[in-house]
C-alpha cells in the first residue's frame, strides 16, 4: 500500500503508478514468526486485473501485489531476509489488520497503518 500520494496513469490500455514510498508487510516462508514491515519504493504496472510491482529487500526482488504486499496479506520471504528485518508490526495494528474487513485489499486498518508507517518510515526502510 502506498503511504504517500502516488501518480497514477496509462500507457496504452495499460494503468501504471509511479514509483513511492510502498509499505509491505512480511512473515517467513518458513517456521513461524510476527509480522515485520518494510517501506520500500515501489513502481506498479497493471498485469491482467492486477497490479504487480518489485521491491528490493536487500539483496532480494520480492513480487508486490496489490495492498501490502499480497493482495492485503503478508508477503513471505526466506528465512536470511525475514531475519534482517528490524521492525515488528505492532500488536495493536496487527489486531487492526486481523479484523479490518479487507478482502483482496486494505480494510479499515488502512489509515492507521498508513499514519504509522508515515511515522516510522526512516526505520522501515532499514
Known sequence: MYI???RTYYVGSEQRAARGPFLILLQPKEGDGPIKA????????????????????????????GAYGSDGLPCTVERAVYDRLPVTLPENL?????????????????????????????????
Request: charged share 20%.
Open 4 to 6: 504517500k500520494p502516488t
Open 38 to 65: 518494510a517501506v520500500r519504493s515501489v513502481a506498479l504496472a497493471q498485469c491482467g486485473h492486477w497490479m504487480m510491482g518489485r521491491a528490493r529487500l536487500y539483496s532480494r526482488t520480492v513480487i508486490v501485489s
Open 94 to 126: 496487527l489486531r487492526a489488520w486481523n479484523t479490518g474487513g479487507g478482502w483482496n485489499s486494505a480494510g479499515n486498518e488502512a489509515g492507521a497503518l498508513r499514519t504509522w508507517a508515515l511515522a516510522n518510515e526512516r526505520e522501515l526502510r532499514l
